[in-house]
C-alpha cells in the first residue's frame, strides 16, 4: 500500500533550474526521515539530500548550496528545488522514506525514479 510517486524530471540546461516532487501515500508520512538519491548511468546510488521528522536537512557536498530539499507532512510530499544545475547532475533521481522502529525492524520504501537531464 505504500508508494512514492516522483514526477518534476526532464530536460533542462546547464544553469536552469527544475523542481521535483515526491508524493507519499499509505504511511504516516510526518514519522520518517526522507530524501532524494540519485543514480547516474556507471555510477553508483549516492545520497543527495535527506530530511529527519525533526526537519534537519543534511545534503551531498556536490549539491549544497545548489540544491533544497523540503517537506510538506500536511501533504504528505517531499521536494527537491534544483539551482544551477550541472551536467554532472544528469541522473535519475529516487525518493526514498525509512523508518528505524523501536523493535528493531527498519522499514524503507523507495520510488520509481525520475530522470532529470542537464544539458550543455
Known amino acids: 500500500q505504500v508508494q512514492l510517486v516522483e514526477s518534476g524530471g526532464g530536460l533542462v540546461q546547464a544553469g536552469g533550474s527544475l523542481r521535483l516532487s515526491c508524493a507519499a501515500s499509505?504511511?504516516?508520512?510526518?514519522?520518517?526521515?526522507v530524501g532524494w538519491y540519485r543514480q547516474a548511468p556507471g555510477k553508483e546510488r549516492e545520497l543527495v539530500a535527506t530530511?529527519?521528522?525533526?526537519?534537519?536537512?543534511g545534503y551531498a557536498g556536490s549539491v549544497k548550496g545548489r540544491f533544497t530539499a523540503s517537506r510538506d507532512n500536511a501533504k504528505n510530499t517531499l521536494y527537491l528545488q534544483m539551482n544551477s544545475l550541472k551536467p554532472e547532475d544528469t541522473a535519475v533521481y529516487y525518493c526514498?522514506?525509512?523508518?528505524?522502529?523501536?523493535?528493531?525492524?527498519?522499514?524503507?520504501?523507495w520510488g520509481k525514479g525520475t530522470l532529470v537531464t542537464a544539458s550543455s
Open positions: 526514498y522514506a525509512g523508518l528505524d522502529a523501536a523493535d528493531g525492524s527498519t522499514w524503507q520504501y
Open positions: 530530511i529527519t521528522s525533526a526537519g534537519i536537512t
Open positions: 499509505g504511511l504516516t508520512f510526518g514519522t520518517y526521515t
